[in-house]
Structures are given as C-alpha cells and as structure tokens.
C-alpha cells in the first residue's frame, strides 16, 4: 500500500469517527428530557418576572454590601461591610446580621439550605477575620459572603428555571432605573444607549483613574524638577 493510500485511509477513518460521535451527539440532545421550568416556578408559587425582581434586589443588597464602589469595569470593589468592620466588634457581628438578609432572599427563591451553606460559611470567616484591627478590614474587601450568595443563587435560578439573563444582577440599580425609562420612550430601547446608561459608573471611575494618574504624574514632574533646580542636576 502506497503512502498515499495510508494517509487516505487514516483521513476516512477519522472522518467517520467524527461523524459517528456527531450522531451520538446529536441523539443524546434528541433524548434529553425536556425540562418545564414554568412547571417548577408554579411550584414554588413563583413567575419569571417575581424571580428576576427578587434576584435584582438580592443583587442590589450585595452591591451595597461588597461592592459599592469598585474599580471601572470590575465586580472587584468595597462596600457597607467592610465600612462596618471599622468598629471592632460591633460592626462585624452587625455585618453578619445584615448579611443573614441575603439568606433569606435565597430562601425565597426556592434555594435549598444546603446549597447555602458555603455562604453561611464565608460570612462567618468574614466576621472572625474583621475583629482584627486594620487587616481584618482589608481582608473584608476580598471576603464577600453577600456576593457568593448571589453567585450561589444565580446558579440555582439557572439550572432549575432557565434563568440566564445577567445584567439585572450586574448592574441591579441602573437596571431597574433603565427598565422605567425604556417603557417611556424608545431612545433608550436602543442598545448602545442602554449600554452607555448602565456603564456610566465604569466610565466616570476610568475618567477619575486617569486624572488621578495625570495628577501623580505632574506632582512627580514637579518634584522632579525641583529636586534638580535644588540640587543642580536638572
């Protein structure tokens, strides 16, 4: 058999390997139940609209809570929580409680305790870790036990309602306002406008990292110079 011939019979075989797997793929997807997610909404005594506005107002809880200001285009920021593990003690079990709020929203969403746990878990490392002076409040910007429950619940709502949607969790205040807008007028129906709306806070925070750096950048010039005025270096 000629090399040819060896390397056409290789291309076929691989080609009907991929075919062959292209069919199994396709016949599983056939098979696969079909899932009735209003089915499991009527179970809980829920509508796709009541979940979306419950997960909305978790969302806006959790922005409050872990990320009320936070670097432009980033979910990483600080919020309540970290403000509160200022005051030693006090503060942290005060955060802990207003957390257990996310909880309960969860709850009300059909999340099973179990699924919880994790939360629950980090919300209390949360609250040991910020009765440290100082280190416990920096660490509190990177623990976020109102986020993780968000993420947790995000998670349930999709697998078990089909619940896919995104941006009235990322950005659940300018969501809702750009909802009420939308049903005034068509202006901001249009894409790019409701993107532009719901990154205004991205765009300000990238407007003030480059004037912060643009001031950084002419006191270190200045001082530069100074130095070499003073010095006779310059």
Not at 137 to 142: C, Q
Not at 190 to 203: C, E, F, Q, S, T
Request: proline residues 4%; charged residues 20%; without cysteine.
């Amino acid at each position: 058999m000629s090399l040819r011939s060896l390397q056409s019979l290789v291309y076929g075989q691989l080609l009907m390997d991929k075919l062959s797997k292209l069919k199994v793929k396709k016949a599983a997807d056939i098979n696969a139940p079909v899932i009735d997610y209003q089915a499991k909404l009527a179970e809980h005594g829920l509508t796709r609209e009541q979940v979306i506005e419950t997960e909305r107002k978790l969302a806006k809880f959790a922005n409050t809570m872990d990320s009320l200001v936070r670097i432009p285009f980033t979910k990483q920021g600080m919020g309540a929580d970290a403000a509160l593990s200022t005051i030693p003690l006090a503060g942290d079990l005060a955060g802990l409680a207003l957390t257990s709020y996310a909880f309960i929203l969860g709850r009300q969403l059909g999340v099973p305790a179990r699924k919880m746990t994790p939360a629950v878990r980090l919300a209390l490392i949360d609250m040991v870790v910020g009765i440290v002076p100082g280190i416990g409040t920096v660490l509190d910007i990177f623990i976020r036990p109102s986020r993780k429950t968000l993420s947790i619940v995000h998670e349930h709502l999709h697998d078990e309602y089909g619940i896919t949607e995104t941006i009235h969790m990322d950005r659940p205040f300018l969501h809702q306002s750009l909802e009420d807008k939308q049903r005034e007028s068509r202006f901001w129906r249009n894409r790019i406008v409701a993107w532009l709306y719901l990154h205004i806070p991205d765009l300000l925070g990238l407007i003030v990292l480059v004037v912060i750096g643009w001031g950084l950048w002419a006191v270190m010039s200045w001082l530069v110079s100074l130095f070499g005025k003073t010095t006779g270096f310059g």
